[in-house]
């Protein structure tokens, strides 16, 4: 089964500073039909202004990935940790028993980014933080697998059964969806086409239990999230 989600689906929050438009029920936004895609609680596409950025704030219970499109984001937190990722670079935050962290565009460009939490198997966790600073070319042309399970094999693993790719490439590909498991993927920049679906920037596509066949129409930046078959 496929589900196509076009940009103006998505709830956008604009607040000047940051221009956020959110893929799931988030702050003041509420769906009961958009709670989710299986254990993917958020995905926001963030547009944040420069030299501002999110304040000192609490999480828990929640993993917590970032992923730059482009721009520069200043992290720091209340383990002590502090860097800066930027285009195609990936920070992640097992919040667990709580963590305070603010995190910021310090220069005179805009940031895009994409905010993603994912439901942990378990609550109570120790928090942990880290950051990769990935090569660009690591995805171009290819399916880069930059998070798994801790029991997978990808650089970045969470507590949670959920595999994050990401790829920039014009060629044709096929992603398979097995039975039990499913897919959201994420256009950032270009434009694909799947089936007789056309997806344009910022749209998405659910995948249950279907495999997908990807052709883009022009160098495209994909995410892409396969996870056990949830509600």
């Not at 828990?60 to 482009?70: C, G, L, R, S």
């Not at 798994?148 to 994050?164: E, F, L, R």
């Not at 096929?174 to 039975?179: A, P, S």
């Not at 897919?183 to 920037?201: P, W």
Request: proline share 3%; charged share 25%.
């Amino acid at each position: 089964m496929l589900k196509k989600i076009s940009k103006n689906q998505l709830f956008n929050d604009n607040h000047g500073w940051l221009n956020t438009f959110h893929h799931f029920s988030f702050a003041r936004y509420y769906n009961p039909e958009r709670m989710g895609f299986g254990q993917v609680r958020v995905i926001n596409n963030d547009y944040i202004a420069p030299r501002t950025g999110f304040e000192t704030h609490p999480h828990k219970d929640m993993e917590i990935i970032t992923y730059v499109v482009n721009g520069n984001l200043t992290h720091k937190d209340s383990m002590g940790n502090v860097g800066t990722i930027t285009r195609g670079e990936v920070q992640y935050m097992s919040a667990g028993t709580g963590v305070y962290h603010s995190e910021h565009n310090l220069h005179d460009s805009l940031l895009h980014l994409y905010q993603i939490w994912v439901l942990p198997q378990e609550k109570g966790l120790k928090p942990n933080y880290g950051e990769s600073h990935f090569k660009w070319e690591e995805r171009v042309d290819k399916l880069f697998h930059m998070v798994s399970s801790t029991k997978g094999n990808a650089p970045i693993k969470i507590y949670s059964d959920v595999n994050i790719y990401s790829t920039y490439t014009d060629k044709e590909f096929e992603f398979q969806v097995k039975k039990g498991r499913q897919l959201y993927l994420v256009v950032m920049e270009g434009a694909i086409e799947v089936s007789d679906i056309t997806l344009n920037e910022a749209e998405s596509l659910e995948s249950v239990e279907e495999s997908i066949y990807i052709k883009p129409k022009t160098k495209s930046h994909l995410l892409l999230f396969e996870m056990k078959k949830g509600d």
